[in-house]
Each structure stands twice: as structure tokens, then as C-alpha cells.
């Protein structure tokens, strides 16, 4: 898990220190639901397992089961620890007496891990647990957070083994209080309602970690949920939607954009839409992929995204990158990774709106040209851009005089320097 990057403005002159390129994969991760039994997720050999391996993502979100009946939770287990044999580590859901039928057995944390394949990352809190009108429901999470701390804690076997907080959502949420002593991450859900990632004031990233400092001062946050649906008919007052190429363009500047203000990991909702109830259910709409299994270009943006930053090589100490822009458009936002090959990978992207999510309709996409000046140590630039489809466009980026010409747009650009 990499910490947050250390970056410049992008029109000085000062080096910017990257980020190994590995650190993007690694924070992408994505919620889905194996035992939902009556959904797409049932179908785990030919559809569940086969996108994951072709999203290429290494981490999923799940939940700790332990009640229900025994042939469900073994053909639940045995999946999960499929995904352990493919290289995908697991983040496990408890569950509290907000859910009395789902009660997670802490006793069975043990249990749990090694019929997840022992690939079980972190263990979580109740999930959104003020949301399930138990009046009851903050006592009932401060003692529960606390057992459940100490029960992966006391286990030598869980050793590696992290504890995420509970996720609850809304001002309700602040009746927790201080639970930092009893986690290792704090955890929020990251729903801009159609907002664009880097917008500011209510519902934005900065709003939710304001709000998640609170009940886990000092502690390091991951978002266990978020994203966008695309329920274009869902009525006016509940959470807005955004349209499926609004979405591709959105998600890929999420994840940086989490990345690079300190958030641990960044969980998308969700694999596969779990219903089909239409397009004005936001839960049959929050899926990279349609209940019919069809990808969405959401699903096409983020498999590029991990394409273009995948490195199996750990990149130790990378470096800094000397660079700058002629045009200081305060709109640009950019970060540096490093490949363990030396090269280097300058990501851009104009953080505006493309999408009005109250009145429904696109905004014209703005574009910023300018010039990137380059070390003269870098000869050669390959320019890789995603679009509105979530495909990637590549092409060789001339470099004249140590600069290079480039038209910034709403969709992420990554430049290859070697």
C-alpha cells in the first residue's frame, strides 16, 4: 500500500517524486458478492472468475460468513478460495447485531481464513451498520469493533491480518464516536452522488475524510465502497446517476485521485450489477459489468488502468522526475510513477465536470493545451489515452527541445518517459 504522492504544481520547476507504477494496481479493489445465490455472482466459474482475470485486479471485498447453512457456506468458501489460487486476497465483511441473521462467529475468525484460502487481507466492521434502524446500533458497534479487534489480534495465525473499521454513512454516523483504538484502518464509503472525484464541499472525497477523522482520528482510511450507477430514471431526490461513459471517465480519476490523497485502497462498486429491476434502481446499476454479463466501458477503463500501471518487479526507491508545464491551468492535476525498468509514467488529467447530476445532462468537455518540459535524459514518450469507452489510444509523443506538445482533456492521460 503505497503512501500518498508527493507532487509539485505542475507548472514549476521542481522535481516531482513518484510512486512506484505497481501502487496503482494495488490500490484498486472491488466489491463482490459470491453467495448471492439468485444473482450473475452465481455463475463464479463462467463469469464471476473469468472477469476478474481479465479485469486483472488483485483485490476483492466480501464478507465473513459463518451462519447460514452448511452446503451454501462451503460452495462460498470454495470460490473465495479459488480467487486465493488466481493471486486475489479477500477483505472480509463482519457482521453485528444490526444483521441478527448474519452474525459473524468471531470465534470462527480462524475458521474463516483458512477456508478463504488464508488469502484474507483484512477483516472489517459492520457495513454500514446505522443504516439498518437498530436504535441500538453505535453500543452495539463500539463493542463489537472492539471484540473484533482483539479476536484477529489475539490469534497468532491471523497475524497478518489488518482490521478495517465499520462503514457507516451519513451524519448519523458521527454517534460512533473515537473507535481509532481498535483499528488498524478507518473505512468510508466514497459516493459523490454524480459528482466528478476532485470536486470539493459536500459528498466529495475531502467531505467524507473530514468526517471519517472523527471516529478514526489518525488512522490511515480505506474505502470499502465506491463508485457511481447508472440508473438514468431514478427519481429526483435520491442518489443521482451518471451516465455509463461519464462513469469509465470518472472511475480511473477516482482511483488516483484516492491514491493521491492518502486514502489505503479504493474499492469499486461493484463487479456485477445484482439486479435487474431497470434503470431507475441504482442497485441493479452500479456494476462494471450488466447483469447479463456484458462489459460496461467502465469495466473496459479499469482493466486498462491496471494494464498500463502493472509491474511485477517491486520498484524499491523510486526516483524523481525534474518536469513542468507551460500551461499553469489550475484544472490540470497530474502524478509521477516509476516502472522498475527506470521509465517513468506522467499521469494527466484535467479534474472538471463532465456531467451535470442535478440537471441531467453533459457538460462540454474542456481541454487545456500545453507544453511538458522533460529532462534531457528522457529521449523517447509514448502518450496512451483513455477514452470516454474506457479503450486506450497509444502513440508515439514527439519530443522537440526537451518539450512535448499535448491537448489535456476530462479523460486520463498517461505518458510513458524513457
Keep these: 500500500m503505497a503512501a500518498a504522492a508527493q507532487t509539485s504544481s505542475p507548472g514549476s520547476a521542481a522535481a516531482t517524486q513518484a510512486l512506484a507504477s505497481d501502487s496503482v494496481v494495488d490500490q484498486i479493489g472491488v466489491d463482490i458478492h459470491l453467495s448471492f445465490f439468485n444473482t450473475p455472482y452465481n455463475k463464479f466459474d463462467t463469469l464471476v ?31 473465495l478460495s479459488a480467487l486465493a489460487a488466481d493471486g486475489i486476497k479477500s477483505s472480509l465483511v463482519t457482521f453485528d447485531a444490526t444483521t441478527p441473521a448474519y452474525v459473524t462467529d468471531l470465534a470462527k475468525l480462524d475458521d474463516v481464513y483458512n477456508q478463504a484460502g488464508r488469502a484474507v487481507e483484512f477483516f472489517e466492521g459492520s457495513n454500514e451498520p446505522n443504516l439498518k434502524k437498530n436504535p441500538g446500533w453505535a453500543n452495539i458497534g463500539r463493542e463489537r469493533q472492539r471484540a473484533l479487534y482483539q ?4 490469534n497468532p495465525d491471523l497475524s497478518g491480518v489488518a482490521v478495517i473499521g465499520p462503514s457507516p454513512w451519513g451524519p448519523s454516523a458521527q454517534q460512533l464516536g473515537d473507535i481509532s483504538a ?55 431526490g435520491k442518489h443521482r446517476p451518471t451516465p ?22 479504493t474499492y469499486v462498486y461493484e463487479l456485477i450489477d445484482s439486479f435487474n429491476k431497470g434503470d431507475a434502481d441504482p ?23 491496471i494494464g498500463i500501471f502493472s509491474d511485477q518487479e517491486a ?28 521509465s517513468f509514467l506522467l499521469a494527466l488529467w484535467l479534474g472538471v465536470a463532465a456531467w451535470d447530476p442535478d ?24 502518450a496512451l489515452e483513455l477514452t470516454d469507452e474506457g479503450t486506450v489510444v497509444s502513440r508515439d509523443a ?21
Design 49 to 79: 472468475r473469468p472477469a476478474l482475470a481479465e479485469l486483472g485486479v488483485r483485490h476483492v471485498r466480501d464478507g465473513a460468513l459463518t451462519a447460514g447453512n452448511s452446503g451454501a457456506l462451503n460452495t462460498y468458501y470454495k470460490r
Design 151 to 154: 479476536a484477529a489480534h489475539g
Design 182 to 236: 481498535d483499528v488498524d484502518f478507518g473505512n468510508w464509503h466514497i459516493y459523490s452522488g454524480g459528482q466528478y472525484p476532485e470536486a470539493t464541499g459536500k459528498a466529495s472525497l475531502s467531505d467524507y475524510q473530514e468526517q471519517a477523522r472523527a471516529l478514526y482520528s489518525g488512522k490511515p482510511v480505506v474505502a470499502s465502497e465506491a463508485g457511481y450507477h447508472s440508473a438514468m430514471n431514478v427519481p429526483t
Design 244 to 265: 455509463e461513459k461519464t462513469i469509465a471517465k470518472y472511475l480511473p480519476r477516482l482511483i488516483l485521485w484516492d491514491l493521491k490523497n492518502g486514502v489505503v485502497r
Design 283 to 305: 442497485e441493479s446499476n452500479f456494476g462494471l459489468m450488466r447483469y447479463d454479463g456484458s462489459r460496461k466501458p467502465a469495466f473496459n477503463a479499469i482493466k486498462n488502468l
Design 315 to 342: 520498484v524499491p526507491h523510486p526516483q524523481a522526475l525534474d518536469w513542468s508545464m507551460t500551461n499553469k491551468d489550475d484544472a490540470v492535476q497530474s502524478m509521477v510513477f516509476q516502472r522498475s525498468d527506470g
Design 359 to 382: 440537471q441531467r445532462t453533459e457538460i462540454t468537455p474542456k481541454s487545456v493545451s500545453t507544453d511538458i518540459i522533460l529532462p534531457a535524459t528522457i529521449n523517447k514518450a509514448t
Design 398 to 418: 514527439v519530443i522537440e527541445g526537451h518539450r512535448l506538445s499535448l491537448t489535456l482533456k476530462d479523460t486520463l492521460t498517461v505518458i510513458r518517459l524513457q
